[in-house]
């Protein structure tokens, strides 16, 4: 399917999902989605980056038909999570640059929606870096930054933690921050410090942001590599007024988590929140519970391990067709001025 063809699919696509779900629906309700979208690479060498494995002629055999095919899966999530109000924020990890996410954005329709995006380059080795989407017509970035996560030099670097702050509808502030920690390679405990400290960085960045408003609307998204009672997460509740809505998310299949390893769940993708975000006399409040998007699409049969598991883009080095190995989350916020 070319990229013309597909397009106009997704608006068709798109169009069915309003004229089905127009009824109950809140319009001003204000989706924010977060999506670890398992290696989003282009099919280019990058020269600085270790994607080697990601080209045509590496290890995987990536090329063009199946690049196409995963931004337009990924696309499909997006509409499907928003169906006919879609997500004003998106966070996005492992986006390997800023062309995926024009090709994103121009390829799949939504262009036509008003989204652009935010994206800076870290020092991760693979390439693999976090992104923020925004509907421009709702949400306007006045600031964004990359914030460094500043290990020893003898460690590995890591994504950064990327930073927006904007006005939706031109008057309530939001403090936004997408986040993906460093991973469990090489094992849970011996790599645990990295995320400890990765923590401890997000922590001094939104407490810079509380002395100078203790009431700032703030959203922190990503894929932290622990579970909500992980030391890394706990570290995050203890030093901020965030709490952690990922520990009373629903689904709507069931799912345990947001990833599977063998029998187990985790929950690695969470949002965490400002308090005063649970209070409706505030400029904008949370509608409902946190909301796994395991849609029936997005899962298989487990055959070795019992179940379901995420369908993902590849089982090892064995193309999967599938779309990532995590499970997308989505919270609704009411605006009350």
């Known amino acids: 399917m070319n990229k013309k063809n597909f397009t106009s699919n997704l608006l068709i696509f798109f169009l069915s999902i309003l004229s089905q779900n127009i009824y109950g629906q809140h319009k001003d309700e204000i989706g924010v989605l977060f999506y670890n979208v398992e290696n989003l690479f282009d099919t280019y060498d990058d020269t600085i980056k270790t994607d080697e494995e990601f080209l045509p002629e590496g290890a995987r055999k990536w090329n063009y038909k199946k690049y196409n095919q995963k931004i337009n899966h990924i696309g499909r999530v997006i509409f499907e999570s928003g169906q006919w109000n879609l997500p004003v924020i998106i966070g996005l990890c492992e986006i390997e640059n800023s062309g995926v996410l024009k090709d994103l954005i121009f390829s799949t329709g939504l262009s036509k929606l008003s989204y652009n995006y935010i994206h800076y380059e870290s020092s991760d080795k693979r390439g693999i870096d976090v ?129 599977k390893h063998k029998f187990e769940w985790n929950i690695f993708d969470q949002m965490l929140v400002s308090e005063n975000l649970n209070d409706s006399t505030n400029d904008m409040s949370i509608s409902d519970n946190l909301m796994l998007q395991d849609f029936e699409f997005l899962l298989e049969d487990d055959l070795s391990y019992t179940g379901k598991k995420p369908y993902r883009t590849y089982i090892g080095y064995k193309y999967n067709n599938g779309y990532s190995d995590h499970l997308p989350i989505l919270l609704k916020l009411n605006p009350n001025r």
């Open 131 to 259: 992104a923020l989407l925004y509907k421009s017509k709702q949400f306007t970035p006045l600031e964004s930054r990359p914030v460094k996560i500043n290990f020893s030099s003898d460690s590995r670097p890591t994504r950064d933690i990327l930073y927006t702050y904007g006005l939706y509808n031109e008057s309530i502030p939001l403090h936004i921050f997408v986040c993906h920690f460093p991973s469990r390679y090489g094992g849970v405990m011996e790599s645990q410090h990295k995320r400890v400290l990765a923590a401890q960085t997000l922590c001094d960045t939104i407490n810079q942001i509380n002395k100078l408003d203790k009431l700032a609307n703030i959203i922190v998204m990503g894929d932290f590599n622990d579970n909500p009672n992980d030391i890394s997460i706990c570290q995050i509740i203890k030093e901020t007024n965030l709490v952690n809505l990922s520990t009373n998310m629903k689904s709507l299949n069931n799912s345990q988590g947001t990833l």
